[in-house]
C-alpha cells in the first residue's frame, strides 16, 4: 500500500461457545494518500479457544482464516493465516505467542512464517499497557535475509469496559521492509 493510507475493516464475530467463535471481516477497505477508496477484500475467521481463558494462567487457541483478496492487496486471490495462540497470565503480566503460518494455498514449502508476540502490565480489569511485536521472516522453505524481513515493535494502550473496548498503539518498523511508523486503532463494541 503507498505511503500514508489508512487501512481498516470492520469484523463481525458471533460467540457460538464459550470454545468458538466465528467471525467476519467484511469489507477490508483502504483510502489512499490521493483520496482513493478501494476495497481490498474480506476474510473468515474461525476460532478456538479453551474456554474462559480470561480466568486462567495458562491459555491457549487457534484460529483458522481464509481471506478473498483483490490483486493488488495480495499477490493471490485466495489466502489464509493459521495462528496458534499461547498465553501465560503471571499476575498482572499477560504473554502472549502466536506463532503464525500464512499460506497462498501452494503447499508446504510456500508456509510463510509471520509470528507476533505481546507483553502486557495489567493495571486493572479496565486498563493495561502493552509492547506487541509483528514480524515476517518469509517462506519456511527460504527465510528471507534480515534487511528484508518485516519487524514491527507496538506501544500499545487498552481501555476495557462493558460494551466498549478501546485499543491503540504507535508501532515502529525496524527494517527497509516496513514502514517506520504505524497507527493503529482497534474500536469493538459487544452486542
Known sequence: MPNHTLNGVPEWAYGVTDWLELG???????????GHFLIDGAKLRAEFVVPHAQQRSFFYGINFELSFNALYWEPTRNSGEIPPIIGVSIGP??????????TVFQ????????????????????W?????????????SHLEPPSRQR?????????????????????????????????????????
Do not use: C
Not at 24 to 34: A, G, I
Not at 152 to 168: H, I, R
Open 24 to 34: 467476519v471481516y467484511l469489507p477490508l477497505y483502504s483510502w489512499t494518500n490521493t
Open 93 to 102: 503480566v499477560d504473554l502472549i505467542a502466536n506463532p503464525i503460518l500464512d
Open 107 to 126: 503447499g508446504l514449502g510456500a508456509l510463510d512464517f509471520a509470528p507476533a508476540a505481546r507483553v502486557a502490565y495489567n493495571f486493572s480489569e479496565n
Open 128 to 140: 493495561a499497557v502493552a509492547l506487541e511485536h509483528y514480524a515476517d521472516y518469509g517462506q519456511l
Open 151 to 191: 519487524q514491527t515493535l507496538f506501544a500499545v494502550v487498552d481501555y476495557k469496559s462493558d460494551p466498549l473496548n478501546v485499543e491503540f498503539g504507535i508501532g515502529h518498523g525496524f527494517t527497509a521492509a516496513f514502514d517506520a511508523l504505524v497507527l493503529k486503532m482497534i474500536l469493538s463494541h459487544d452486542f
